[in-house]
């Protein structure tokens, strides 16, 4: 069997090798794994140009070469300029349509790393962003072990860009694309058990370097809020007559507040009003009330920021208490906990106190929720005693 030839081919390494006189090319070596393939010829100097096409195609097929783009009727679109103007696109007023300022720092990250991926293939301008292109980086993002709804996320933008640009006249027609991206669902957020969740929060009430966590804690438990929502929680949003409530505020429509630049918005972009426990109350009503207004603050007394307060959760209340909730290997357990396990915690409590699905969406903030539905089943009484009624054996 012939070893490789170096500078047949220009993108990947080929071991060209006969089998009863037919010449073969393995592939199999290269990252991605190419196969195998026929060359279909005996004649070595056909096997040798045959190999430099197969090489092409497969750089075209696993995106490290952008098709020949057609020839261009409008200017053309650099991905650095494309991304840019997108962003600019999703600042725009939101009853237009925009983003919030979350979300457009979301979408810049994922154009820092798309635009790198093509750069490294010489891909330079959206004309030669196509469906292969756009395939070959959701190859590139699992290849890095990015979770399926990053991929999801990033491939969506990327196709909704492109469709953008024809929209506006700026992109051919046919270069619309079906990625057929099937709909994820389910979720691997650890949901807490309430002996969990009564340790965490006994923790942190016995240690003095986490009391300023207690509260905080406890109202995620308790209302099944965001941590950014807690973070921006005000002690204006309590209200106690005529009857105790957190209002969970989306100002995005206020032009007052948005000059301020204090305007809070919701993931939802839905305001919402949840009742207070009465033992979250007893704690809520001990808070001291700081000068800024905010109810929650950080372990030093200042603004509360969502990073450390992670770090901490993470290293000084989970870690301690593993030994007590172990997980077992290959399991998602206690230690995978974080804030959104709270919210998780939340509805699952909800639903196993009967709860109607509609009240747990109201205090959720959700339309339509697969988590909300999740944790109803799970507590459905009439489910459970039907399947107690039913006889699978004769015994």
Avoid at 126 to 149: C, F, M, P
Avoid at 256 to 261: F, G, L, T, V, Y
Avoid at 360 to 373: L, R, T
Wanted: glycine share 6%; with cysteine; net charge positive.
């Amino acid at each position: 069997m012939a070893k490789p030839h170096q500078g047949w081919t220009p993108h990947f390494q080929w071991r060209l090798f006969q089998r009863d006189g037919v010449y073969y090319a393995d592939g199999r070596s290269n990252q991605p794994d190419l196969g195998k393939h026929s060359l279909a010829t005996r004649i070595k100097s056909e096997a040798t140009g045959r190999l430099k096409l197969l090489d092409h195609r497969m750089a075209l097929a696993n995106g490290f070469i952008a098709e020949p783009a057609p020839q261009a009727t409008t200017p053309e679109i650099s991905i650095e300029a494309g991304w840019k103007e997108y962003l600019e696109h999703c600042k725009r007023p939101r009853v237009m349509g925009g983003k919030s300022e979350n979300t457009v720092k979301r979408y810049r990250a994922v154009g820092d790393k798309f635009t790198q991926f093509c750069h490294e293939r010489n891909i330079l301008v959206w004309r030669a962003v196509t469906k292969t292109i756009v395939e070959a980086y959701g190859r590139h993002l699992n290849s890095l072990d990015y979770a399926q709804r990053t991929l999801s996320l990033e491939l969506h933008l990327i196709q909704h860009i492109v469709h953008w640009f024809i929209d506006e006249k700026r992109l051919p027609e046919e270069q619309r694309m079906k990625l057929g991206l099937k709909k994820l669902t389910g979720t691997d957020t650890y949901c807490y058990s309430r002996e969990e969740v009564e340790a965490i929060l006994k923790l942190c009430q016995a240690t003095s370097e986490l009391e300023w966590m207690y509260p905080l804690l406890a109202t995620l438990a308790m209302t099944g809020m965001r941590i950014g929502e807690a973070i921006q929680l005000r002690h204006s949003d309590i209200e106690w007559e005529p009857r105790p409530m957190i209002k969970i505020a989306d100002e995005g429509a206020s032009q007052r507040k948005a000059k301020m630049k204090s305007a809070r918005q919701t993931k939802g972009k839905r305001a919402r009003s949840v009742p207070i426990h009465p033992e979250l109350q007893e704690i809520l009503k001990q808070l001291p009330r700081h000068r800024d207004g905010f109810v929650f603050h950080g372990p030093r007394g200042g603004r509360l920021k969502a990073d450390t307060a992670r770090v901490i959760l993470k290293r000084d209340v989970l870690e301690p208490l593993v030994e007590r909730f172990p997980t077992q290997e290959g399991d998602i357990g206690f230690i995978h906990g974080r804030f959104h396990s709270f919210r998780h915690y939340f509805v699952s409590q909800c639903s196993a106190a009967g709860a109607s699905e509609g009240q747990i969406k109201d205090w959720v903030g959700h339309q339509d929720s697969e988590m909300v539905a999740l944790y109803r089943h799970q507590f459905d009484d009439a489910n459970q005693e039907r399947m107690k009624s039913i006889q699978f054996t004769s015994a």
